[in-house]
C-alpha cells in the first residue's frame, strides 16, 4: 500500500517493556524511525500528526474472531470487511480468524474458501485451523498448510458434539502433528458429553429459555476439558494454547500446569472480564439471547480472578471471539436455549473497555495493557516483531490513543454490522483517536476510512520460541536405555 510518509510527534511511545516520550516516523507502511532522527529524516511530503497527551501504541491484535462464520445453521453478520473495518474503528489492525473445516472436509478446502472469503479485510488477518476430524490427509495437510502456507496454529473444539467437536483420538493425534510440525495447538475447553446430557436434563426442568445456557456449561465442564487438553499436551510434550478461558476452574489448570514447567497459554476474552451470567436472566428474550456464546458469562467471582490472571502473567492475551449474530438469527432458539446460535461481538470495543476497567482502575500499567491486546499475541503465533511492538522495521500499525476520550458504547453508534452491542450503554475513558494500519490513517476522530481489500494475509513461521524451548526440554528429559 502506498501512502504519504507519516510522522507522529509528542505522544509517549508505549512498548510491553518501556514507555518514552518520542517521535515516530512512517515510511511505506513501515515504521522507518524513532527518536530524533524522526523528524529529521522525514522525506518531504510527510503528513505530521500531533501526539501531544496521548499514548502511541502498537494496533491491538485481536488472536480469536470469527467474521462470516457459517454456525449453527446460519452466518455471522459482520463479514471480513465489516469486522474487520469496526476492529480498526476500535484501534485493533490485527486479527487471527478461524477456518473451520466441516467433518470430513478436506482441510485445504475449507482454507481455499476462508482465504476467498478473506479477500475483503481492511486490517491484516492470519487463519488458525480447525482440526475437526482425524485421518492420513488432515495429518498431510496439516503439513502443507504449516510449510505452505503460513498457519502455524491449530484449533480444536472440545463442545459441539455432533458438529465439529474432537474426540480425544482427534487431540492426540493431532497434538503430536503439531508438535513435529513446529504448530501451536489450541482448544476451546468445554467437555462437549457433558454440554449434551445438560442440556436435556435442563430442558427436561422444563428450562428452555437462555437462562438455561449457562446451567448446561457450569465452569467445571471447561476446567474438565482444559485440564484434559492441558494434560494431554503435557505427556506429548507441546506447548498449549486454551482459548476464551472464562472461569476460576479453567484458569486454576493453566497457573498448577505453569507451576509444574509446562508451556501452556490462557486468553480471555473482554466480554468475560466484564460480564456476568445475571444478563441470562433478562425478561427480554432477544437481551439475553444475544448474549448466548460458551463458554457463557460467569458469575462476577470469576472476572476478578481471570483479571488476577492477566495482572500476574499466568493468563496472556485478550480477544474477543467477535462471531455476531442479529435477534432474528438468535430468535432459531426461542423455544430451545440450545438451538440459540452462539457468540457475541466485542471486536470494535475490545482496547477501550480493557483500557477503561484495566488502565484506569489501576489492575494494568500501558506497558501491561500493550502486552496483553498486542504483544504477547504477536510472540506466541510468531508475528513479533512484525506486529505488536513499535520498533523500526516493524509494521507501521499504530494507534493514538487520548487517555482523556469519553465514549458511550452503543449498538446505535458502532460500525460492527450487528444489532447489538454487549457493552451497551457502558462509559468508557480512553479510546483511539487515530488508527493507523500500514501507515495509513484508517480512522481519524470517529471518521472511519477503512477500505475493503486493503488487510494482508499475514504469513506465521512455524517454530516459535516456545517450541525451541519444549524440544531442548524433550531432549533433556529423553529416556535412556542402560548401557550393559
Ligand atoms: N464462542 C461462541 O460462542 N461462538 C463461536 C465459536 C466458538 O469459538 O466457540
Ligand atoms: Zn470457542
Ligand atoms: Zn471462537
Not at 470469527?66 to 490485527?94: I, K, R, Y
Not at 486479527?95 to 473451520?100: G, M, T, W
Not at 465442564?221 to 479453567?250: F, K, M, Q, T, W
Not at 506497558?367 to 511492538?389: C, D, H, Q, W
Request: aromatic content about 8%; hydrophobic content about 40%.
Amino acid at each position: 500500500m502506498t501512502s504519504s510518509p507519516l510522522l507522529i510527534r509528542g505522544a509517549i511511545v508505549v512498548n510491553a517493556d518501556a514507555e518514552s516520550r518520542t517521535d515516530v516516523l512512517c515510511v511505506d507502511g513501515r515504521i522507518a524511525a524513532i527518536g530524533e532522527r524522526a523528524a529529521r529524516e522525514a522525506p518531504a511530503g510527510t503528513t505530521t500528526l500531533d501526539g501531544t497527551g496521548q499514548y502511541l501504541i502498537p494496533g491491538g491484535i485481536d488472536p480469536h474472531t470469527h467474521m462470516q462464520l457459517p454456525f449453527m445453521g446460519t452466518v455471522t453478520q459482520d463479514d471480513f470487511f465489516t469486522g474487520t473495518a469496526a476492529a480498526l474503528a476500535g484501534g485493533t489492525t490485527s486479527i487471527i480468524d478461524f477456518v473451520i473445516p466441516n467433518p470430513q472436509q478436506p482441510l485445504m478446502e475449507a482454507y481455499r474458501q476462508w482465504r476467498g472469503w478473506a479477500e475483503k479485510s481492511a486490517a491484516d488477518y492470519a487463519f488458525h485451523v480447525a482440526v475437526t476430524w482425524w485421518d492420513q490427509s488432515v495429518s498431510d495437510d496439516m503439513g502443507t498448510l504449516v510449510r505452505d502456507e503460513g498457519v502455524n496454529s491449530f484449533k480444536h473444539f472440545m463442545a459441539y458434539k455432533n458438529a465439529i467437536m474432537c474426540d480425544d483420538e482427534t487431540l492426540v493425534n493431532s497434538f503430536k502433528r503439531a508438535l513435529e510440525l513446529g504448530a501451536m495447538p489450541t482448544v476451546h475447553a468445554e467437555n462437549g458429553e457433558l454440554v449434551y446430557l445438560l442440556q436435556a436434563e435442563v430442558a427436561k426442568m422444563g428450562i428452555t429459555g437462555p437462562e438455561g445456557h449457562p446451567m448446561s456449561r457450569p465452569p467445571m465442564v471447561e476446567g474438565e476439558a482444559a485440564n484434559r487438553a492441558i494434560a494431554i499436551a503435557d505427556v506429548l510434550g507441546v506447548p498449549i494454547y486454551i482459548v476464551h478461558v472464562s472461569c476460576i476452574e479453567s484458569a486454576e489448570a493453566i497457573s498448577r500446569a505453569r507451576a509444574r514447567g509446562q508451556r501452556v497459554y490462557g486468553e480471555v476474552l473482554a466480554g468475560h472480564l466484564l460480564i456476568d451470567d445475571s444478563v441470562y436472566r433478562d425478561p427480554d428474550f432477544n437481551k439475553a439471547a444475544a448474549y448466548v456464546m460458551s463458554p457463557p458469562f460467569r458469575p462476577k467471582i470469576h472476572q476478578e480472578f481471570l483479571w488476577r490472571g492477566l495482572q500476574s502473567g499466568q493468563l496472556h492475551t485478550t480477544a474477543t471471539d467477535h462471531c455476531t449474530f442479529c435477534a432474528e438469527q438468535k430468535a432459531a432458539g426461542r423455544d430451545n436455549f440450545a438451538k440459540i446460535p452462539n457468540g457475541c461481538g466485542g471486536v470494535e470495543e475490545r482496547m477501550a473497555v480493557l483500557w477503561d476497567a484495566g488502565v484506569n482502575s489501576g489492575r494494568l500499567t500501558p506497558s501491561e495493557f500493550v502486552a496483553i491486546t498486542s504483544a504477547n499475541a504477536a510472540k506466541l503465533f510468531n508475528m513479533y516483531p512484525r506486529k505488536g511492538v513499535i520498533a523500526e522495521g516493524a509494521d507501521a500499525d499504530l494507534v493514538l490513543w487520548d487517555p482523556a476520550g469519553i465514549k458511550t458504547l452503543s449498538a446505535k453508534t458502532q460500525f460492527s454490522k450487528n444489532d447489538f452491542n454487549i457493552f451497551e450503554g457502558r462509559t468508557v475513558r480512553g479510546i483511539p483517536s487515530h488508527t493507523i494500519a500500514q501507515g495509513r490513517v484508517v480512522f481519524a476522530r470517529g471518521e472511519l476510512r477503512a477500505e475493503q481489500g486493503k488487510g494482508r494475509y499475514l504469513k506465521r513461521p512455524p517454530f516459535g520460541a516456545q517450541f525451541d524451548a519444549a524440544i531442548k526440554r524433550a531432549q533433556d528429559l529423553a529416556p535412556t536405555a542402560v548401557a550393559r
